[in-house]
């Protein structure tokens, strides 16, 4: 069974930093997108960032660019999130999700919400002073 469970969401004044983690059982993502989601209130869901095998490539969402990396550690077992200069239009849940990467194929590794089949549970991540 392939869990999901992320950590690291916090209250955060403006300018300030988080890491969120993302701790993956069940699962050997070497070939599986990895993406992080947030949903503000009131909002969709939002792809922030992801890393997918298949086509080898990163993403980031436009206004994360810059401000924004996410990463794995070696065994792939934990995806991280470094948020540096955080913005309160940032405040939002954060979602870790994965998928085959064989179902984001015909998106070009494009990470879509619906594609994606497991998620974590959601990290709440409020940027206010």
């Known amino acids: 069974e392939v869990q999901l469970v992320e950590s690291g969401g916090a209250l955060v004044q403006p300018g300030g930093s988080l890491r969120l983690s993302c701790a993956a059982s069940?699962?050997?993502?070497?070939?599986?997108?990895i993406a992080w989601f947030r949903q503000a209130p009131g909002m969709e869901r939002e792809a922030v960032s992801c890393?997918?095998?298949?086509?080898?490539?990163?993403y980031y969402e436009d206004s994360v660019k810059g401000r924004f990396t996410i990463s794995t550690d070696n065994a792939k077992t934990m995806v991280y999130l470094q948020m540096d200069s955080l913005k309160p239009e940032d405040t939002a849940v954060y979602y870790c999700?994965?998928?085959?990467?064989?179902?984001?194929?015909?998106?070009?590794?494009?990470?879509?919400?619906?594609?994606?089949?497991?998620w974590g549970q959601g990290t709440q991540v409020t940027v206010s002073s």
């Open positions: 999700a994965v998928t085959p990467n064989y179902r984001t194929y015909y998106s070009g590794g494009y990470p879509l919400a619906h594609l994606y089949d497991y």
């Open positions: 069940g699962v050997t993502l070497d070939d599986y997108d």
């Open positions: 890393i997918s095998s298949g086509v080898a490539g990163t």
